[in-house]
């Protein structure tokens, strides 16, 4: 995958958007800078020059390590209110070699498990859990009962029960 093309952009942005700002959310003070944090993270990536990335998901969570130190040092510089990077608390051990591997394969098992529900479970538990809507949310939008929905997601979490079981 290159960086540099907009439809890979904008899938990596629709992709790890909300992945991004809850990492970002764990380890600053400010909701504020969030969305800045983000951005920038996807401004990197579209700035980098070279060819295709073999993991871009590694890449992308190695450059948000990088702006959220850049973010303290600026914080640290301007003596702001943010909290200053402790290395025992942040980065240091989210991107250790040994954990973005467990990380990736327990992604693939996962992926693997979604494809093998039925269409509707998948796009409820997508919904719910990626896109972080409410079970009645859903329910309006797919015209089904509250009811179903619950259904579809005890469904959805015993199937990837049993497959992350078995992984």
């Given at each position: 995958?290159?960086?540099?093309?907009?439809a890979?952009?904008?899938?990596m942005?629709r992709?790890?958007?909300a992945?991004l700002?809850?990492?970002?959310?764990?380890r600053?003070?400010?909701a504020?800078?969030?969305d800045?944090?983000?951005q920038e993270?996807?401004?990197?990536?579209?700035?980098?020059k070279?060819?295709a990335?073999?993991?871009?998901?590694n890449?992308?969570?190695?450059?948000?390590?990088?702006?959220?130190n850049?973010?303290?040092?600026?914080a640290?510089?301007?003596?702001?209110?943010?909290?200053?990077?402790d290395e025992?608390?942040h980065?240091e051990a989210d991107?250790?070699p040994?954990r973005l591997l467990?990380?990736?394969?327990?992604?693939?098992?996962?992926?693997?498990?979604?494809?093998?529900?039925?269409?509707?479970?998948?796009?409820?538990?997508?919904?719910h859990?990626?896109?972080e809507?409410s079970y009645?949310?859903?329910?309006?939008?797919?015209q089904v009962s509250?009811s179903?929905?619950?259904?579809?997601?005890?469904k959805?979490?015993?199937?990837?029960?049993?497959?992350?079981?078995?992984g």
């Amino acid at each position: 995958m290159t960086p540099n093309g907009d439809a890979n952009m904008d899938d990596m942005a629709r992709r790890y958007a909300a992945p991004l700002a809850r990492y970002f959310r764990a380890r600053v003070r400010s909701a504020a800078d969030i969305d800045d944090m983000v951005q920038e993270v996807f401004l990197r990536l579209a700035a980098r020059k070279g060819g295709a990335l073999e993991a871009p998901e590694n890449y992308l969570f190695t450059v948000a390590a990088s702006v959220l130190n850049d973010s303290f040092r600026r914080a640290a510089r301007r003596g702001g209110d943010h909290a200053m990077f402790d290395e025992r608390l942040h980065a240091e051990a989210d991107f250790s070699p040994e954990r973005l591997l467990l990380g990736q394969e327990q992604l693939q098992i996962v992926e693997r498990a979604l494809h093998e529900l039925p269409e509707r479970t998948r796009v409820v538990f997508a919904l719910h859990r990626f896109e972080e809507m409410s079970y009645a949310q859903i329910a309006r939008r797919l015209q089904v009962s509250v009811s179903a929905i619950e259904k579809h997601m005890i469904k959805a979490l015993a199937h990837l029960a049993r497959r992350g079981s078995q992984g």
